[in-house]
């Protein structure tokens, strides 16, 4: 609610915390997940935002380019969690 699960999730990593009995997932995999749904609730909103500027504002080369450029952004961070 107020922002702490990464920050929770790195700590219990960092220290090797192990599945307790009664979770369904081991840390590492939670954390895993969480980074996978925070990347992509933050990345949609901002391709939504692109695509209407350019739809809006016509096809400029460098709109395109930071559409790519996001995209290639994310496959990255993506690619290192």
């Given at each position: ?15 090797g ?14 954390m ?44 990255y ?5």
């Amino acid at each position: 609610l107020i922002g702490f699960k990464p920050a929770v999730d790195a700590y219990n990593i960092a220290k090797g915390k192990k599945q307790e009995k009664g979770q369904s997932v081991d840390p590492l995999s939670e954390m895993s997940f969480m980074k996978g749904i925070e990347m992509f609730a933050e990345s949609i909103p901002g391709l939504i935002i692109q695509m209407i500027a350019i739809v809006n504002g016509g096809s400029d080369v460098a709109a395109w380019v930071s559409v790519v450029v996001s995209a290639l952004t994310t496959g990255y961070v993506g690619a290192v969690i």
